[in-house]
């Protein structure tokens, strides 16, 4: 039997957030054809490298709440037992309350035994001050006799991006980025272009990303000039990231070989 699909399956977690310090977040777990309603009902942490922390168990009827000192006061637990639900209200988030935090089930009806027999898969929250800047990708190729690029940006937050394109310094219309949540809490994002042809393999393209800002606030702007002057990449592309003129904003070189 495999117990991980199968415990899994009965209490789902909702999803992994990012959070910066102080902020609030609230955990749900759901019962799903698993008798919770008789059970007291608890959250156990696990930090990077650390071992199982639990976190706050309530009884079986709400009358009682239980919390280690470490976030007593800032986390408070409930449960809806008409939904079988139950949940860990987060307040005033520290990085310290980085971890995976579980939603398990008590072994044993209306009483605590201290041991669990059905586990959540688990959900990581992040807090961290520092927004998360993006690696990104850029694929070229074919479909059919059109040529497109696309971009793929990923391991970045918060969640909002903006892509604009630009060919031969004149903005031209992508596709709307997609942005979607990995299941490290970060998220990741893709924006398509498609090409026309012409007398240019790969004409000069300038992606710009907002919001984010580049690591190395003090460099001065410089072009992609290796791949300008005839020594592109292996893919016939090459790209460098540079300081914006406005703050907030990312330039992404892009050029290749002309005709």
Known sequence: VDWERVQGQRLIQSGPVVKKPEEPHKLTCTASDLDMNSYW???????????????????????????????????????????????????????????????????????????????????????????????????SGPIGTTQYLMCMIEDFTPNKVTVTWKKNDKEVEGQTPTVGLQPSGLYSASSLLKCSSSSVIYPDFILLLSPFRTTDGDSEPTECEKCVHGQPSSAGLCHQWYRPEHSGWYHYHLAGQRK
């Open 41 to 139: 009902m608890a959250w156990i942490r696990q930090a990077p490298g650390k071992g199982l922390e639990w976190v706050a168990t309530i009884t079986h009827n709400s009358r009682s709440t239980f919390y280690p000192q470490s976030v007593q006061g800032r986390f408070i637990i409930s449960r809806d037992n008409s939904i079988k639900q139950v949940y860990l209200q987060m307040n005033s988030l520290k990085t310290e309350d980085s971890a995976v935090y579980y939603c398990a089930r008590d072994t044993v009806t209306q009483e605590a035994a201290g041991y669990f027999d059905y586990w959540g898969k688990g959900t990581m929250v992040t807090v961290s001050s520092v927004s998360k800047s993006p690696s990104v990708s850029l694929l």
